[in-house]
C-alpha cells in the first residue's frame, strides 16, 4: 500500500524560496517507483501538473516554473523533493505529491495511481 505524506508548505514572501518534501512508502524503494510527481491547485482554479520525475531521473516542468522550481529525490532517504526559488503569487495553492506506476511520465499527461494529501504554499 503506497502512502505519501507531503510536508514544507508555509507562507513565504514574492522572491522566497520553499522545499517540498514528500516521504514515499509502500515501495521498495523510492527508486523502484516508476514516476513521481508534484502537483498543485489554487482555489477555484483546476489541479496543474507541475513537475514529474522519471525513475531514471528525466524531468518535467510545466513552463511557468521552468528555471525556478527543481524536483529531486533522495532514494536512501525515500523522500521525494520540490525545491521552489523566486516565488511568486500565483505559486500559491496546495501541492500534492503523486506516484504513477506507468504511462507518460510527463507534467501534462500524467494520471497517477497515488495521491498524498497536499501541504499549502502560499506566497504574499
Known amino acids: 500500500h503506497v502512502q505519501l505524506v507531503e510536508s514544507g508548505g508555509n507562507v513565504v514572501q514574492p522572491g522566497g524560496s520553499l522545499r517540498l518534501s514528500c516521504s514515499v512508502s509502500g515501495y521498495s524503494n523510492i527508486s523502484s517507483a516508476y514516476c513521481m510527481g508534484w502537483f498543485r491547485q489554487a482555489p477555484g482554479e483546476e489541479r496543474e501538473g507541475v513537475a514529474t520525475i522519471l525513475r531514471l531521473g528525466r524531468t518535467s516542468y510545466t513552463d511557468s516554473v521552468k528555471g525556478r522550481f527543481t524536483i529531486s529525490k533522495d532514494n536512501a532517504k525515500n523522500l521525494l523533493y520540490l525545491e521552489m526559488n523566486s516565488l511568486k503569487s500565483e505559486d500559491t495553492a496546495m501541492y500534492y505529491c503523486?506516484?504513477?506506476?506507468?504511462?507518460?511520465?510527463?507534467?501534462?499527461?500524467?494520471?497517477?495511481?497515488?495521491w498524498g494529501q497536499g501541504t499549502q504554499v502560499t506566497v504574499s
Open positions: 503523486a506516484a504513477a506506476n506507468s504511462g507518460f511520465c510527463y507534467y501534462e499527461r500524467l494520471q497517477p495511481h497515488y
